[in-house]
């Protein structure tokens, strides 16, 4: 039988006439395929046990790791609990769907950040924030990107006290997680985490000339401990499918009868016989509340802003922060302290002479292309396989406000998007995207002329932010959220690394490459009043400064907040083996919350290796038993 690619190709007059039932049967062909994926590898529990050896709350990145390998060798036996629901959606799986799902509510937490006096985007509306709710937490809603970090961020973390944690211990942990797409013996095959490609665009070819003709070398192995230079971006997909913590790890092992895992159950305290975690007491639909005992030890994965709001929920955090909410002060540790998070600022470019095809950008135009429907659910290829972040260059930069390579950490990550972009500019998926993000008219000029003219976002982060925000309880009660303040740019510092990042972004708009292209900056075809700084020429240094004060906003990379350090460190939550301390027995943290300080870019694949690492770390406790 020829294949059904072929088919397209040699008869689209018939195929359009049938288009939507085509279209029809690739879905149901899809759910099905799910719905037996689902059924022959676990389902979640509607029955639990009173006890168990571990309870671990939260299905994130590292609680999914966690479940797994806790369970593994049937010794003990394991309770996860997940505050959302099930990662059954089928625009959860589609890579370009992420715009799509990384703004349905189904599947994220509602928080948002307090006002941030350093930054003018903050003021009048807050951003919400993008971390998942939902078996597989944010990696089964992130945008995807693998980024390891620099060697150096681990390092750093060595230095600080916190042994065993330095790039010499925890590149094994990458390598046993991965199953990459490269060869070479400094990256992992075999494991778990499958590693791909992003589908390439030829607008990511375009830019990474460009911006090696500003003297930027390529470097297609970042993942090998520098990641210094320009890349093509890696993600973590599976055969054009996002592959998630949840299917890399946890949907694998939920065939297990030693392994429960139980969703849409929000944990609201952590039990406590004297200063010994005991187990858990959580609350499900209806407002039931049930508790579930541990005999060995209680894990809080819940990330970086439900892990400190837990702990300090349940009398673990500062003595004046809980007084203040008539908390008992089980133990006075600094919870909520030392939160972090990366910054960025977008600045979107349009082409006069794009000689890109418009179309393999566009979400609902593909969504709705037979072709592609085809391509995707037949072949796992095609546009519907695209993530976002189809390039990425990391540098330093030095005092006199220039970008270099160095062998250091770097201070600037450049993210590069084509696409996913949303076709339509009254599509309630733009819109939600707005709401979250707060990006205001700069992003939506580009998303709402996708369809007119080919374009890219490129978006400066700074990932070593010297300001340092905190995580406080708003009340008492559970269901509240906490406040979540980064203090973003509240260093000069910050606001000083940043503005050379989006010089970098002008400084590749002149490159000879991108001239060709007609390159410009959206701004530029702004009517004065819609422009962040009227009158101001949108390429000159006023404007980048301008960019800073007012259109910076978080990545949603939260960390810190229950600080790694070394035993008796008045400044940390956690010691190197990840218990929690202040005489504190059977509670460990195991999430991005417990990173002394960000890592060189993206995080999830930090928070996956800190799961491998977290469970192996638990199990060494238990040796012999």
């Excluded at 008992?328 to 030392?338: K, T």
């Excluded at 979400?363 to 095609?382: C, H, M, P, Q, V």
């Excluded at 905190?470 to 000083?496: G, K, V, Y």
């Excluded at 059977?586 to 300080?597: A, E, Q, T």
Aim: hydrophobic letters at 35%; charged letters at 25%.
């Amino acid at each position: 039988m020829e294949n059904l690619q072929q088919l397209v190709d040699k008869f689209p007059s018939t195929l359009k006439e049938y288009k939507t039932t085509v279209a029809c049967g690739s879905i149901a062909l899809l759910s099905g395929y799910l719905l037996y994926k689902y059924q022959s590898r676990g389902r979640v529990s509607e029955k639990w046990n009173k006890r168990y050896d571990f309870i671990v709350v939260g299905a994130g990145s590292a609680g999914c790791v966690l479940a797994n390998r806790l369970s593994e060798n049937g010794k003990f036996s394991v309770l996860v609990l997940e505050a959302g629901g099930e990662d059954d959606d089928p625009k959860i799986h589609m890579p370009m769907g992420v715009l799509d799902a990384s703004t349905d509510k189904k599947f994220v937490w509602e928080d948002k950040t307090v006002p941030q006096p350093a930054s003018e985007a903050f003021i009048d509306s807050a951003v919400q924030s993008q971390h998942g709710k939902v078996l597989g937490g944010s990696s089964s809603v992130n945008w995807m990107a693998y980024v390891r970090g620099h060697r150096e961020d681990y390092n750093n973390w060595e230095s600080l006290g916190c042994t065993g944690w330095g790039w010499g211990n925890v590149e094994n942990y990458f390598k046993k997680m991965e199953d990459y797409f490269l060869p070479g013996e400094e990256l992992g095959h075999g494991g778990p985490l499958t590693v791909s490609a992003n589908r390439n665009l030829r607008t990511t070819d375009y830019l990474i000339k460009a911006i090696k003709e500003l003297g930027v070398r390529e470097n297609k192995s970042y993942n090998s401990g520098d990641n210094q230079g320009v890349t093509k971006g890696h993600v973590t997909a599976k055969n054009g499918r996002r592959w998630s913590a949840a299917q890399a790890y946890l949907r694998p092992a939920m065939k297990r009868s030693n392994l429960h895992v139980v969703t849409d159950a929000h944990v609201t305290k952590i039990l406590f016989d004297g200063k010994r975690a005991v187990g858990v007491r959580f609350v499900r639909e209806g407002g039931f509340t049930y508790e579930v005992l541990a005999e060995k030890e209680v894990i809080i994965s819940s990330g970086a802003i439900n892990s400190p709001h837990l702990l300090l929920l349940s009398g673990i955090g500062p003595k004046e922060e809980l007084q203040k909410h008539g908390i008992p002060i089980v133990a006075e540790l600094p919870v909520g302290l030392n939160y972090q998070d990366h910054s960025t600022a977008f600045r979107n470019v349009f082409f006069e002479n794009p000689q890109v095809p418009k179309e393999e950008h566009l979400y609902k135009a593909n969504l709705s292309s037979t072709k592609s429907l085809i391509e995707y659910f037949i072949n796992g290829k095609g546009p519907l396989t695209t993530a976002a972040g189809q390039a990425m260059c990391f540098f330093d930069v030095d005092k006199e406000g220039n970008y270099i390579l160095t062998n250091k950490m770097p201070e600037i990550q450049i993210f590069m998007t084509g696409g996913p972009f949303i076709d339509d500019p009254n599509d309630e998926v733009l819109s939600r995207f707005n709401e979250f993000a707060n990006f205001g008219p700069l992003l939506l000029e580009t998303m709402k002329n996708a369809d007119k003219r080919q374009g890219v976002m490129l978006a400066a982060v700074l990932l070593h932010p010297r300001s340092r925000g905190s995580l406080t309880l708003a009340s008492a009660d559970p269901f509240q959220r906490p406040l979540i303040d980064p203090q973003i740019l509240s260093d000069p510092e910050d606001q000083r690394i940043m503005k050379i990042g989006l010089k970098f972004i002008s400084d590749v708009l002149k490159s000879p490459t991108m001239s060709s292209l007609g390159s410009y900056f959206s701004e530029n075809k702004f009517p004065t009043k819609d422009r962040i700084a009227p009158d101001v020429d949108p390429e000159s240094e006023e404007y980048l400064e301008k960019l800073v004060s007012t259109a910076c906003t978080v990545c949603w990379h939260p960390a810190g907040s229950c600080k790694m350090g070394a035993e008796g460190d008045t400044s940390a939550v956690v010691d190197p083996q990840l218990r929690v301390q202040g005489g504190i027995q059977g509670l460990r943290v195991v999430d991005n919350s417990i990173m002394p300080h960000l890592t060189s870019g993206n995080t999830n694949a930090p928070a996956i290796m800190i799961g491998e690492k977290g469970s192996d770390l638990i199990l060494q406790s238990y040796r012999g038993i």
